[in-house]
């Protein structure tokens, strides 16, 4: 038998290539190789895949996991497909670029990985409103206005009509004083919006009529009053001016006295003087000293007239002219 060395398959002096099937991603391929010695069939090791970057076809969420798929390089046919974790996973996830939400706008996160970037939608927070406050009081026939701030950004204003306090659906009656005839009384009342205390007029007096509770003189005023119906304790007193003087002089006579009546400072005298049948029968003098103008009582001290069918009482000056003042008071 002889023997012989054969050359290296990449001696092309020696062998020729021949058929040949390419190796792919998965499967091993061949490359034959001739010569005068015979045929070599090389095996050619199958080249695996070239994966290109991670797609992520189904974006994960704070509390679910995604998937993510990648394509083969040499064979788009190759697709090498996987599960993804959750965001919440900072094995896997890098928190990026953040854009906070507003009370009225969405924000959003973004997550990094060997995957891709997922941005998250941020939902607007909504406002967190404060207490309202009142800034125009309604009364019992217009409304009013009412407004509140959010907690979260001062700029932001809820603003809203208020009914009239007579809505009870909104309004419930508070504290009351009640007003009386010279003060005012106050009714409050509450709602969400806050509180309103609407001023309630006084009443005013309604007065009785007047009373005479002192009668006026010539030297000295009187005085009336009348009582308020809605309170006795609450008077009007009036002052009664002075009797005006009187500008003449009488007298009158009556129950056995006269009631002179002077226009001035002075002295007179009166005479009570009884008569029957023309006669005099019996008469009293009495002198008088009056201060002021006015009205005077003057009593006979031991005037007797019984019998007598004429009584006359007459006013004589005592200074000066002797003579009457005025006409006599018969009876």
């Known amino acids: 038998m002889d023997s012989k060395d054969i050359p290296a398959l990449s001696d092309s002096n020696v062998w020729t290539a021949g058929n040949r099937v390419e190796p792919s991603c998965e499967n091993k391929g061949s490359q034959e190789y001739t010569s005068e010695y015979g045929t070599v069939t090389e095996t050619l090791e199958a080249t695996g895949h070239s994966w290109g970057e991670w797609t992520i076809t189904a974006e994960p969420t704070q509390t679910t996991g995604g998937t993510a798929e990648r394509k083969c390089a040499n064979d788009a046919d190759h697709v090498d497909s996987k599960d993804i974790p959750a965001l919440n996973d900072s094995n896997v996830w890098t928190a990026g670029k ?3 939400p507003s009370c009225e706008n969405e924000g959003s996160q973004e997550y990094t990985s060997e995957y891709g970037t997922v941005t998250e939608i941020l939902n607007a927070t909504g406002h967190s409103w404060g207490g309202w406050t009142i800034t125009a009081e309604p ?3 217009t409304g009013g206005t009412a407004e509140r701030k959010c907690d979260n950004d001062p700029d932001h204003v809820d603003s809203k009509d208020i009914p009239a306090l007579t809505d009870t659906n909104v309004w419930t009656a508070g504290s009351r004083v009640e007003p009386s005839c010279e003060n005012e009384g106050s009714q409050e009342y509450n709602s969400v919006y806050g509180t309103v205390t609407e001023t309630l007029n006084a009443t005013g007096h309604s007065w009785g009529e007047w009373v005479t509770t002192k ?3 010539y030297t000295e005023p009187g005085e009336r009053q009348r009582i308020c119906k809605n309170d006795n304790s609450h008077a009007d007193v009036e002052t009664i001016p002075t009797l005006p003087a009187p500008e003449a002089y009488a007298v009158e006579y009556s129950d056995g006295k006269a009631v002179v009546t002077v226009p001035e400072e002075g002295i007179c005298t009166v005479i009570f003087a009884a008569y029957k049948d023309g006669a005099l ?5 009495l002198e008088i000293y009056y201060d002021q103008p006015g009205e005077y009582t003057v009593a006979p001290t031991a005037f007797e007239h019984d019998g007598a069918d004429l009584v ?3 006013l004589w000056s005592t200074l000066g002219e002797i003579r009457p ?5 018969e009876k």
């Open 98 to 100: 953040r854009v906070d």
């Open 139 to 141: 009364t019992q026939t």
């Open 215 to 217: 009668e006026p003189t």
């Open 281 to 285: 029968i019996y008469y009293e003098w």
């Open 312 to 314: 006359k009482v007459m």
């Open 325 to 329: 003042l005025c006409p006599a008071s």
